[in-house]
Structures are given as C-alpha cells and as structure tokens.
C-alpha cells in the first residue's frame, strides 16, 4: 500500500491568502511529516499568498498565468510524488482524511480517488455510505468534487495534463474536475468515491456571486459536453442529455426558490453556451486548444514584506519549503 511519502497534498488559490492560511494550518495539523504540502499560487496580486505559504512551512510555487486548470498542471509539475492530492483554499482538512486515499490507490486499476465535501454549516451529519466505484466515462459526472480528488500524477500526465481552458479564472469556468474524471474512466481506470475521505467547505456565495459560480459551472458542462460528442459521440451524447435533464428538472423543482432558482436557470444558459464556445474551439487529443491564454501577471514590482526587497516573479520555479518543515 502506498505511504503518507508518496503522496503530496497540492492547494491551488489566487488572492485569498487568509482562507489560504486557514486551510494549510488543518493540513499540517491532519497529515504525517512525509506528506508534502504545496501552494500553487494562481498570479495573486500581491504577495500575501507567497507570504502565508512560506510561514507555514509549506512548498510554494508560483504561475503567472492566472486559470485554475493552469495552476493544477503546475503543481503536478512541480511535485515528484507518485500520488497528488488537491484541495482548495477554502476547505479544512478533518484528522484521517488521506487515510482513504492511500488505501485505494492500493489497487492497481484505480487511477483516482474522492471524497466528500461537506458545507460547514453540515459539519457533524457525515455519514458512513460505503464507497462507490465507477468505471463509465459518463459516470465523471458524479464521480467526486474538485475539492478533494487524487490522481496517480503520472497518470494525469499522461492523459495530458487539466484542460488549460477549463475551471476557475476561465471563461469556462468549470467542469475541469469531472472532465479530468471522464478522461481518467475514458482512458479504463476506476475512480473510487470515498465519503470516509472528508473535507469541510467553509466558504458559501451568496447572491450574485453564487448565481454567476453556477453560470460558470454551466459553461465548463456544456464546453466538456461538446468535447465528448466529438470524441466519443454516444458518450457525449448521453452526457449532454443527463446534464439538460438533471438541470432542467432542478430549475423546475426550484421554480419559486429565488437563490436556487436563479442559479438553476443560470447554469442551463451556461451549459447551452459552453457547448457553442466548445463547438468553435480546437482540440489537441483530449483537451481543448488555448488559442486565447490570459496575460502575464508577473509579481516583481511587489516587495517581499520580510526583507523589503523586490520579489522575483516566477512561473515555474518552486521553493521548496518542505524537509523538515515546522508544525
């Protein structure tokens, strides 16, 4: 079975270095020394984040080009360990959370492993389901949570990395997780579903935030929906036809809800147009072609807060921060 060694527990985030402190002290509090912990910092604006990374004890590294997918494939760069696990900024992590995942990665077909995320203000109602295997590409659409996923790295890099237009700071600005899954299914490895693996989301949107979270949503699902038609038409096909059906039925389930409603009804607009803007963008394999990437956001007119001397802007260079780190 795999040991707490091979794996390494990556935190991609962008300018929220408060939420970020506050999930990398449950990390360090809830994994073995021999777990590397890394920040990928997705071109913050400021040097907050590298500051709270390095006062923790944790390996940072550092894009200058802003997209969540952009900063995921970084960190399986940066790291060298066999087994990655990420989570998010505004997660924490609870005792016993990796030990599910170093369990199944025991099995040789297994290429991916999930767990729970469960909202803060539901803390205490975990429940003891049994985990779940999937094996159909369709079934990334229910196979876990970008919130806590583990990959086999290898395997990731394998399959070509995240889809660099997908997720956060995007456009499409989601599904880059569940289009990782169908790929990982699609490629004939298993994905296990574990909700003994908990993390405790503690950052719910309100208002036009949480409606424009679930537009971006919409727009990665209908941008991966179109991906998979071309690909691997019955697949796609079926995926498309779920995903219409499911939110359509949530939308009229929510119908007089004014929060979820609204966020129902903007996802189905986002899935419509994400599979238009897919439609019109190239693919290299399996991902889709990033003809229009962000700016460079370089960090070097910032200061370093402990020296006062200019930061060195980086984009692929980690600092390693890990051997023998502090608790």
């Known amino acids: 079975m795999p040991t707490p060694r091979d794996l390494a527990v990556i935190v991609c985030t962008r300018n929220r270095a408060t939420m970020l402190g506050a999930a990398l002290e449950s990390i360090l509090a809830s994994v073995p020394r021999d777990v590397e912990v890394l920040v990928v910092d997705s071109a913050s604006d400021d040097a907050a984040t590298r500051d709270t990374a390095m006062s923790s004890g944790a390996s940072y590294v550092r894009s200058d080009v802003k997209g969540l997918s952009i900063a995921r494939d970084l960190g399986l760069r940066t790291s060298t360990r066999p087994l990655v696990l990420f989570t998010d900024d505004d997660c924490v ?15 040789s077909g297994v290429g991916a492993v999930t767990g729970r995320m469960l909202d803060h203000t539901l803390v205490g109602t975990e429940s003891g389901s049994p985990p779940k295997r999937f094996t159909r590409p369709v ?10 996923m583990a990959f086999r790295r290898e395997l990731v890099l394998e399959l070509g990395g995240f889809d660099p237009v997908l997720g956060a700071g995007r456009t499409l600005a989601g599904a880059e997780d569940l289009d990782m899954f169908c790929r990982i299914l699609d490629a004939g490895h298993a994905i296990v579903h574990d909700p003994a693996c908990v993390i405790h989301h503690m950052n719910t949107r309100q208002g036009d935030d949480y409606t ?43 119908l007089r809800d004014p929060r979820r409603g609204t966020a129902d009804r903007a996802m189905l607009r986002g899935i419509r147009q994400g599979f238009f803007i897919g439609a019109g963008m190239r693919l290299d394999g399996s991902t889709f072609v990033d003809e229009h990437p962000p700016a460079v956001t370089p960090l070097g007119s910032e200061l370093d807060t402990r020296t006062g001397s200019p930061l060195e802007s980086t984009l692929d260079a980690p600092i390693d921060r890990d051997p023998g780190r502090a608790r």
């Open 212 to 254: 424009e979270l679930h537009h971006g949503y919409g727009l990665g699902l209908g941008a991966l929906s179109n991906k998979m038609i071309r690909l691997r038409f019955p697949v796609g096909a079926v995926m498309l036809a779920v995903l219409l059906k499911r939110t359509l039925g949530r939308a009229a389930r929510h």
């Open 139 to 148: 079934h990334g659409l229910d196979a876990g949570h970008g919130a806590v």
């Open 93 to 107: 992590a609870v005792a016993g959370w990796i030990d599910p995942v170093l369990e199944h990665f025991a099995d």
